[in-house]
């Protein structure tokens, strides 16, 4: 039998629907398909109700709950009366007349339904009907506006349609029909009772929070109420505006926990995802990303975020240990859109835009007329300094001459690019097949000339159910994008265009003035450097990736709630990257005519997966709830390698490798295997107290053979408090629900072959032939295993003001050990290091998610917000406690009692701005008078000793945020919607490395335009930061705390305002919404770098906040439309 | 239906589970040590992967070698001031430290070489292989482990002796046995070598007993045993070498491994990862090197070292066929103008491309075996004997046969013979710090030096004992409590 889940709220609302008719009584229908006739229920049920000093409401629930009984009323009825009850294994006539003795209320008992009456109103009756017929009706919002778009389903079946512009539908009701389900994102879905009725018209109202939202969790789903782990789950259709390729660019600022940071601006690439402060030395800081179920290999990037229903994201250890050794870091579960309950739909939408590079944080060099001042000056500088005449070249004797002159290597780079989605998409559900298909295709060209990024990709989601036992599906998704990245970031001697091009003389032209383009560009003094220009443009750096996501699976229901489920799940990716530099190219130091040189790259990869789970839900004595799973899963991964290059080109006009006579071939290979059974049991007594334990094993072909397999523990608990008797009944607090978790996950990033003692090639030469030669280059680790992640999670959940607001909060505490850490061994043994498990980092945070729907009237506006503060400390390290980074050229150190990955170097204290301040003060072997000055901070003694060397750097700045936080506002108003979507990070800093170079003394780059009040003598020191050139820059140029600034941020990531055009019924369309959307709004920041958000080392937890300079984050502004047909 | 279900189920199960097999995966483009060392190609190929160690070494050896010494100095990057720049400066001006890349470097290769030397050692004489193919291999490698040993010794002074492959992480951290230890094993290292060793080896770069014998030869004479060094030496002359008619042809490509050669480091110009390049390192740093080795590329910044110093260039003697066999005074620009920026040409040979040369190491040559011989007997006071070896060297140089058999200023001759005949072959240093000249040398040269070059600080060319080894790397230290460090850094 199945039990209609009617809460509070639709009771209430169906009977403003049937004042609506007119009806001063209540209508109470049963259907005739009912098992037992109507009375037997009644008579034979018994219940058990022992409530002291309660409300009649909770006694309603209670019975609600034990049974199959559903209470209607209306506004006479005080159900806010107090009362108090003992009886015990009683009927419900015996029960209820206890219940409302000395009232004014009867109740009548019609099967299942019960009416509760004032006495002087007229005694409910019961009516029959059972016949086809049609039914049509309106469905609007509280404030009386029409929906469009709510599925209208006859229950239980997928039998249905949806409101059209004007909020009406029609749908023809088969014979034996009960009720009607009205469902629309975001409002509480109502099931109404057909009974005689012809027309029904319904009033959606907001989901308070939604607490029977369903949740997707591993290998399953569970309702909000019931989840007792850290689960936050978005859906996506908020977030379907941002003009974005990514679907983490949208997730940026919308969960608790989850520190999302675009370090570059690279189409296509360069997001960070770190939950809960993730942290590894070598094994990796991503989520595991599972795609409907399928833990995916390939990158997440690939996915039209258009394709994503909702986002799940696995926090504690309780929800993500059913993932094991790959859990550690969190788990991001991503479910595709699915086929929905109602007819056919079809939706187009489009955006497209412009993006362009904000004026703000564009590196501030010198333009022409500076530099050539400074140039000048310097030569001027040296002269006095060594005594002798020094030639100043004709570049640079007038500065005045380039005034308005020269280039602007930074713009010269850039462009106003377009940005264009498109995406169709189609769902189904007729004859037990359910589909659902989305075409999409996003094009984005950089910002910086010669990127680009395209996808076209495609999505087939359909589900058959062959009978009632029997289901299939069949997933498909490939999808083909190209990327044009052209080397853009990074160090100049790594290559990196923007920042080679912004140290490039400002007075070399990047183009003739006859249109034709200089090989070169430099001028006296500077290094020899290609132009930047030619370089970002004649390049060719594309690569094409095509990847295929599949899943086929049957679920098969044994006996009543026994299901056996099995899973093939499928991927495929391969790319390929085409580079080829052209004799015009080049790069610092080797600039054209150089040699030309291609290469091919092509990556491959293959996962299957199998999975085979039984899953039993059931309901012992009418509170026991449980549910059980019990799995066996196996999946294989391979990824074939092959890079080949070649040079010795004739000329630049054949870019293929056909054409080159000279080639080099590499060849890798691959492959990891995972077996693993994974259980879990969920119990609740009366949906009140929850009980849940799960548990993986994994065994892993990663693990060093001594130490194959893993157990991924976890148990967690929740307790509804506020369904207590003793909980106080008021609108204020409304909800409480506390729920605790302790488990264990892994980390098994560490690399495939890791524990094998590797022989590599090491040829050698004899006879003028080469001799094949192998040595053993890395020491083998047979006990090496995954990394262990202890995690313990307290969590609570509040409804305040009947759920309108609704906070979350969780505190979490986790302890990661056995890390892979390559510990540094000495080079005297032959080699620098061993992969071992060692070390422990711990974590600790809170979380604090806040929902409050502000209005909820005509004029609706919700305010999510989120703030964490997690925090980190490093308790143990190598063998000797040695720390990682730190020696005095490494912007980063992690060391023992200290938080992971801080900021390392000298401590600047201004410059030596005469000699007696120079003769007073500790110096380096290079000091001298208008050099810089660092604080002595200790020697080989512990203690300082007057000489600045390796022994005086220290941590000098913190990148880890003190805590971060999200907004997200949106309003909407009769047709008019907007969302503003905030992000930001406070207290975490940042080392701009770029400065090493753009402030550098040498005068053989261009520098930023403070560099001119530097210290040139004492009579004239400058601004006590920029030393002298005289020196040039040998202690300058090591990492200092100058580099390091505040690098807390508050980003407005999104701005979109929508309106939905005021068309009725149109032959065409149901609705038609246009927006305009502007995404990177506006970023507020203190940091002197391009981006705040900047990682010039990826994700990696030990070298963040550090800025090589990175590809600008655009600003976006896009027009869009949203139709559906 | 039902059936079926489950039928499917448990076959999937069965396919995938259970099969202990499927977690085994082992690599399939790298070996793994368990499954190497099997057969007697295994261990000819890990042979020639301790002789790829050499390849390691030589690159950089020029900075200790020859620009720490008197010969060889650098052509100043006034606006190049990156660190791989200024550590060779500090080594050439004696104020490197212990972070330097290019002393750790060497300290790194020869331990690298010396680990690979273990791992055949601790299980060639339980293997199956021939008898024959032990003894070579086995002494091909102990050679290279002595040899490895020895230059650390010489430049480190007291280091970590290894003799036994590691294999944990425990054993990989031991501390520094006395010199006279690490010369203790290098010398039964080197005279198991010995007699191991054919005198010819079928395949040319491989040692001989001649390499041993030479490396004995320099063992006794740093450890100033003179007698025994005299008869390592006097058993290299009767093994068949000789000297090249003309000096020049030595370092040629076209006569790898000749008759003068005694260890000679191999290298093979192409794609395959084994070629040299110290060429283009030791030409001026130029835009286009084309007008040096008819290569098109740019060498500004890598190139400019090991550049023959003002004193080196004094020191030829008129007529010596040798300065133009190894120094060139400047290049012709592409405009066709001399530019006088003097360098060596010992190593310009024809190669392919750009950056990618044939060019062995001579590491060890006949020359070489007789000037020791040479010091040996001088320093046995057999100055008289000793005048015939050093006379044949100067014969074919082209200079008068030396008559002096003071024994004091026959020291002085041989040493300046040394000199120039051996010149960027990175003997220099180890010569000085051998015959106990190099403070004294270093000093005075470095006041000159001084002189000359406005851009070197007044802190430089501070010659002190503790200077005449190199530091031990800070990084080891940081390491390894078990370490301690050379006083001076």
Redesign the interface.
């Known amino acids: 039998m199945k039990k209609l889940v009617v809460n509070h709220g639709n009771i209430k609302l169906s009977y403003q629907l049937l004042r609506k008719m007119k009806l001063t009584i209540l209508l109470l229908i049963t259907s005739v398909l009912s098992c037992f006739s109507a009375e037997t229920y009644s008579q034979i049920t018994k219940l058990n109700v022992v409530e002291n000093n309660t409300t009649l409401l909770n006694i309603i629930r209670t019975i609600e709950n034990q049974s199959e009984f559903n209470f209607f009323y209306n506004e006479k009825v005080n159900i806010d009366r107090t009362v108090s009850i003992d009886m015990t294994n009683k009927s419900i006539y015996e029960i209820l007349d206890k219940v409302l003795a000395n009232s004014t209320v009867k109740y009548k008992v019609i099967g299942r339904q019960i009416a509760l009456y004032d006495k002087n109103e007229m005694e409910p009756f019961l009516l029959e009907v059972d016949q086809d017929r049609n039914i049509s009706g309106k469905v609007a919002d509280k404030s009386g506006a029409p929906l469009a778009g709510v599925n209208v389903v006859v229950t239980g079946t997928t039998q249905g349609t949806v409101t059209d512009i004007t909020g009406n539908y029609s749908i023809d009701i088969p014979s034996g029909s009960k009720s009607l389900t009205f469902s629309f994102v975001g409002m509480v879905p109502q099931e109404i009772i057909i009974g005689p009725l012809t027309q029904i018209n319904v009033t959606m109202v907001e989901s308070a929070i939604g607490l029977n939202e369903v949740v997707v969790v591993g290998y399953g789903t569970q309702t909000k109420k019931d989840v007792t782990g850290s689960v936050s789950q978005v859906k996506t259709d908020k977030l379907t505006d941002f003009p974005v390729s990514q679907f983490s660019q949208k997730l940026q600022g919308q969960v608790a926990g989850v520190q999302i940071n675009q370090a570059t601006g690279i189409p296509g690439q360069g997001m960070n995802v770190r939950i809960r402060g993730a942290a590894s030395i070598n094994a990796g800081n991503e989520p595991l990303y599972v795609v409907d179920g399928f833990p995916i290999t390939g990158t997440i990037n690939d996915i039209n975020p258009d394709e994503i229903e909702s986002i799940s994201v696995l926090k504690d250890a309780s929800a993500s240990s059913l993932y094991g050794s790959r859990a550690a870091n969190g788990v991001v579960l991503i479910s595709t859109k699915k086929g929905v309950q109602g007819k056919t739909k079809v939706q187009f939408s489009a955006y497209k835009g412009l993006q362009v590079v904000p004026q703000k944080g564009r590196p501030d060099m010198m333009n022409a007329q500076e530099f050539a001042q400074f140039q000048k000056e310097y030569r001027e500088d040296q002269a006095i300094f ?1 005594g002798t005449t020094i030639p100043i070249p004709s570049e640079y004797q007038d500065p005045s001459a380039w005034a308005g002159k020269g280039t602007n290597w930074y713009d010269v780079l850039l462009r106003k690019a377009n940005i264009e989605n498109y995406s169709l998409s189609l769902t189904a559900n007729k004859d037990n097949l359910m589909t659902s298909a989305i075409l999409g295709y996003f094009n984005q060209d950089g910002v910086v000339i010669n990127t680009n990024f395209k996808r076209l990709s495609l999505r087939i989601n359909t589900e058959y159910k062959i009978n009632d036992k ?1 289901k299939v599906g069949i997933n498909l998704a490939p999808n083909l994008t190209t990327d044009i990245t052209n080397g853009t970031d990074g160090v100049l001697w790594g290559g990196g265009i923007i920042q080679n091009a912004i140290l490039t003389s400002p007075i070399a032209p990047y183009i003739n003035d006859d249109g034709t383009l200089p090989l070169t560009a430099t001028s006296p ?4 450097n290609p132009n930047w220009y030619r370089v970002a443009k004649e390049r060719t750096w594309n690569s094409k990736s095509v990847r295929v996501l599949t899943n086929a699976f ?1 679920d ?1 229901e ?1 006996i009543k709630n026994l299901h ?1 489920r ?1 899973s093939i799940n499928g991927e495929f990716g391969t790319r390929k990257t085409n580079f080829f530099i052209p004799s015009t190219s080049g790069y610092i ?3 054209p ?3 030309t040189e291609a290469s091919i790259t092509t990556n491959t990869y293959y996962s299957w997966l ?1 999975e ?1 789970t039984l899953t039993y839900a059931n309901t012992i004595g009418g509170k026991h709830n449980f549910d059980v799973l019990a799995g ?1 899963t ?1 999946q ?1 991964y391979k990824n074939p390698y092959e890079y080949m290059y070649g040079r010795g080109f004739p000329n630049d006009q054949i870019k293929t490798l056909n054409a080159a006579t ?3 071939l590499t ?3 691959n ?3 995972l ?1 693993s059974f994974v259980g879990r049991v969920n119990y609740n007594f009366n949906r009140k107290y929850f009980l849940s334990a799960a548990i993986r094993r994994d ?3 990663r693990f060093g053979s001594n130490n ?1 397999w893993g157990n991924f523990p976890s148990v967690s608990a929740g307790w509804l408090v506020s369904d207590e008797s003793f909980f106080p009944q008021t609108t204020a607090l409304s909800y409480l629900k506390l729920r605790a978790s302790y488990g264990l996950t892994g980390n098994n990033n560490i690399g ?2 890791t524990y ?13 032939v ?7 280059t890395s ?3 047979t006990d090496l295993g995954w990394e262990t992640t202890a995690q313990t999670d307290f969590g609570l959940e509040l409804g305040l003001i009947k759920d309108r607001i609704f906070l979350t909060y969780d505190y979490y505490q986790k302890t990661t050990s056995d890390m892979l850490y390559q ?10 290091s ?1 992969y ?1 498990n060692i070390g422990e980092f711990k974590f600790w945070g809170h979380e604090f998610t806040l929902t409050s729907k502000n209005f909820i009237g005509e004029l609706k506006w919700t305010t999510d917000f989120n703030i964490t503060f997690a925090k980190n400390k490093v308790m143990k390290l190598g ?2 406690n ?1 720390p990682l980074g730190g ?3 490494n912007p980063s150190i992690t060391q023992v009692g200290s938080p992971i990955g801080m900021l390392h170097g000298f401590v600047f204290d201004g410059i030596y701005e005469n000699q007696a301040e120079f003769d007073a003060a500790p110096h380096h ?2 000091s001298a008078v208008g050099t810089v000055r660092y604080k002595d901070i200790s020697g080989p003694n512990g203690a300082p000793d007057g000489i600045i060397d ?1 022994y005086d750097t220290q941590i000098i700045g913190n990148p880890n945020p003190k805590f971060i936080f999200g907004i997200t506002n949106s309003l909407s108003y009769k047709n008019i919607d907007l969302n503003v979507v905030i992000s930001g990070s406070y207290g975490n800093d940042i080392m701009n490395r770029t400065l090493e170079y753009t402030q550098n003394l ?3 780059f261009n520098v930023t335009k403070d560099v001119a009040k530097r210290w040139r003598s004492p009579e004239n020191p400058g601004d006590g930061l920029h030393p002298t050139t005289n020196t ?3 202690l300058a ?1 090591y990492d200092n705390s100058r580099w390091v600034s505040d690098g807390s941020y508050l980003t407005v990531k999104n701005i979109t305002l929508g309106y939905i055009l005021p068309f009725k019924n149109s032959a065409y369309f149901e609705k038609m919404r246009i927006y305009c959307s502007i995404q990177q709004a506006l970023v507020l920041t203190k940091y002197n770098g391009a981006n705040p958000e900047v990682s010039s080392n990826g994700s990696s937890a030990l070298y963040q906040g550090i800025d090589f300079t990175a590809y600008p984050v655009p600003r976006t502004f896009t027009f869009g439309v949203n139709l559906n047909f | 239906m039902k059936n079926k279900i489950f039928i499917l189920g448990v076959i999937a199960l069965l396919a995938t589970a259970c099969s202990k097999s499927f977690l085994d995966v082992p690599p399939e483009t790298f070996i793994s040590s368990s499954t190497f060392f099997k057969t007697e190609a295994d261990y000819e190929q890990a042979v020639s992967g301790a002789y790829q160690s050499l390849r390691d070494l030589y690159g950089d050896a020029y900075a200790m070698g020859e620009m720490r010494s008197d010969n060889t100095d650098y052509n100043f990057k006034t606006n190049d001031r990156g660190g791989q720049n200024i550590e060779r400066e500090d080594i050439a001006g004696f104020v490197d430290n212990s972070s330097n890349m290019f002393s750790n470097g060497k300290y790194y290769a020869c331990y690298r070489g010396i680990s690979r030397c273990n791992a055949i050692l601790d299980r060639i004489d339980g293997s199956s292989i021939s008898a024959d193919a032990n003894s070579n291999l086995g002494g091909q490698t102990k050679f290279l482990r002595a040899f490895f040993y020895f230059e650390l010794v010489q430049y480190y002074g007291d280091v970590p002796l290894y003799v036994k492959e590691v294999t944990t992480q425990a054993g990989t951290a031991l501390p520094r046995s006395p010199k006279a230890d690490v010369y203790n094993q290098i010398i039964k290292d080197a005279t198991d070598a010995a007699s191991q060793l054919p005198a010819v080896q079928t395949e040319k770069g491989r040692v001989t007993q001649g390499s041993a014998k030479m490396l004995l030869g320099y063992i006794y004479m740093t450890l100033q045993d003179y007698a025994k060094a005299e008869t390592a030496l006097k058993d290299v002359t009767t093994l068949g070498y000789d000297l090249m008619p003309n000096y020049a042809d030595i370092f040629r490509t076209a006569n790898k491994n000749n008759m003068e050669s005694i260890f000679e480091v191999q290298c093979m110009q192409g794609t395959q990862g084994v070629q040299s390049n110290w060429t283009y390192v030791f030409i001026p740093a130029l835009i286009n090197t084309y007008v040096i080795t008819g290569k098109s590329g740019n060498n500004q910044s890598f190139g400019g070292w090991n550049i023959p110093s003002f004193d080196l260039i004094a020191a030829y003697e008129p007529g010596d066929l040798r300065k133009a066999g190894s120094i060139t005074n400047g290049y012709t620009d592409a405009g066709g103008t001399f530019v006088p920026s003097p360098f060596t040409n010992k190593f310009l040979n024809p190669h392919i491309e750009f950056n990618n040369c044939d060019d062995d190491w001579i590491v060890y040559r006949y020359a070489d075996a007789l000037l020791l011989l040479a010091e040996c007997l001088n320093e046995e006071t057999k100055s008289s004997e000793a005048l015939p070896y050093l006379n044949k060297v100067r014969t074919r140089a082209g200079l008068a046969n030396i008559t002096e058999t003071n024994q004091v200023a026959l020291r002085v001759i041989i040493a300046k013979e040394r000199r120039v005949e051996l010149a960027f072959e990175n003997h220099r240093w180890l010569d000085l710090v051998r015959t106990g000249k190099a403070i004294e040398v270093m000093s005075a040269y470095g006041v000159q030096i001084k002189l000359r070059n406005s851009y070197l600080l007044s802190r430089t060319y501070n010659v002190t004992a503790d200077k005449l080894i190199f530091p031990i790397p800070f990084n080891e230290l940081l390491i390894s409590p078990l370490l301690t460090q050379n006083s001076g850094y």
């Open positions: 060594q029997l003094g500077l290094f020899p049957i098969y044994i056996f099995s130091f080797d600039p005519p150089r040699r199998n085979n066996y196996a294989q000279v080639y080099n060849e890798d290979y492959e990891w295997t077996l065994g892993s072909s194959k495939n072959y094998y003692a590797a022989v590599a090639n090491t040829n050698y030469v004899f006879n003028s080469l001799s094949s030669g192998k040595s053993t020491l083998g680790n510990v540094n061994v000495p080079q005297s043994s032959g080699y620098s061993i071992t063998t000797q040695a020696q005095y050229d072997a290079t390796n040498d005068a053989v040039g820059t040998p140029r």
